[in-house]
């Protein structure tokens, strides 16, 4: 059994938006084949570019439903992957299949490549920033919590310095890989950071205590911060001559029928960037087909995982990048053509300068 008891299953719910996808390994064949095509077209690149590749990491490997392992180790070169996730079934899933492949087709290959699952937190820090959290919950429900109009910006400061200290006092593996592949997981950490800090103002907050502007700029702001701290952990984690592939989802796309007034007050709504969620989109029902309507998964990431990328990554250089489509689970497949939910992945190939 893969565990990790640093990181118990409670610790996953407790993230709630973390965790592998429920897809098969055969339904993902069928329904992911641009997106496997993709996420192992980057990973081959990012090994292009080094000399002597050996040792890989994927962050956020989950099953490995989404890069062709076998593939990846046949290169002669590599010796190691680490696969990193929080979630060990996952991680077991991921191996289980790569062995069974790897003793039905190339059995010999099983002496060359090492699977190393890595049940771990690739923030580094999620463990204490969610112990931070529980505290501020503690003294803001404690007969000593701040009260008035001074309440709601003492709770943005308490949620800030938690994440500081959180990110200042954490240890990071000094491993070094010659390949990292980050592999759809940027959104999936700021979602949970997005996840727990709305869960604290929810809970901590009355309505008229609260500004919506105010914590849309402290949500931008710690997902800056976090997103940064990604690029770097990337680049402290390569080797000298390495390289990584980033691919994230970036944007929502929809797709489907709406009613005819709907559909202009989405386009006119989509113009100011006010889109609603996909639930609300599909509450509008009707018979006016939505071509396509983008919105950015969050208001930080603005669509364009290669700007941030050469932003936070001064030290490495854009080999190459591409954008697909990602249909997440078989049943956002409808059955006139339409799809809901969908999401734009931009996969972006960089080396050290
Ligand atoms: C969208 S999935 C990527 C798809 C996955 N490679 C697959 O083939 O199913 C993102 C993965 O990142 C993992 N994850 C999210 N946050 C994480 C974190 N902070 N540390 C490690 N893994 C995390 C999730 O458990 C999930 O398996």
């Known amino acids: 059994m893969i565990r990790n008891p640093e990181y118990p299953d409670s610790f996953l719910r407790q993230m709630e938006v973390v965790g592998s996808s429920d897809i098969s390994q055969g339904a993902s064949e069928q329904y992911w084949v641009e997106h496997k095509a993709n996420m192992t077209w980057g990973t081959q690149e990012a090994l292009s570019n080094v000399w002597n590749p050996q040792d890989v990491a994927i962050f956020g490997a989950g099953k490995c439903n989404d890069i062709r ?25 991921a191996i289980g299949y ?14 060359f490549v090492n699977f190393n699952p890595i049940v771990a937190d690739v923030t580094f820090m999620m463990k204490s920033m969610l112990r931070k959290f529980n505290s501020i919950r503690a003294d803001f429900t404690s007969d ?11 709770l943005i400061d308490a949620i800030l310095n938690a994440i500081f200290g959180a990110l200042d006092n954490r240890q990071i593996p000094e491993k070094q890989y010659d390949v990292i592949v980050s592999d759809c997981i940027l959104s999936q950490i700021l979602a949970a950071f997005e996840i727990q800090i709305e869960k604290l103002r929810c809970d901590l907050l009355k309505k008229a205590e609260s500004s919506d502007a105010l914590w849309e700029d402290v949500e931008a702001s710690v997902h800056g911060v976090i997103t940064q701290d990604h690029f770097n952990l990337l680049s402290q984690m390569t080797k000298p001559n390495g390289a990584v592939f980033v691919a994230s989802d970036n944007t929502l796309l929809y797709r489907g029928k709406v009613s005819k007034a709907h559909f202009e007050l989405l386009q006119s709504m989509q113009k100011k960037g006010e889109l609603p969620s996909e639930e609300r989109i599909r509450d509008f029902g009707g018979d006016y087909v939505v071509e396509e309507l983008m919105v950015p998964r969050f208001k930080y990431m603005d669509g364009d995982i290669t700007r941030m990328a ?29 799809v809901f939910g969908a999401e734009e992945v931009q996969g972006v190939v960089l080396k050290r300068k």
Do not use: T
């Open 69 to 93: 392992l076998l593939e990846v180790m046949q290169r002669g070169s590599v010796q190691n992957i680490d696969l990193y996730d929080l979630d060990a079934d996952g991680l077991e899933i």
């Open 98 to 111: 790569v062995q069974s492949r790897i003793n039905s087709i190339m059995p010999e290959a099983i002496n």
């Open 144 to 154: 000593f919590a701040p009260v008035g109009a001074e309440r709601e910006k003492k």
């Open 310 to 338: 050469e932003k936070h990554m001064p030290d490495f250089e854009v080999v190459d990048s591409k954008k697909w489509e990602w249909n997440r689970d078989p049943h956002e497949l409808q059955n006139d053509g339409c």
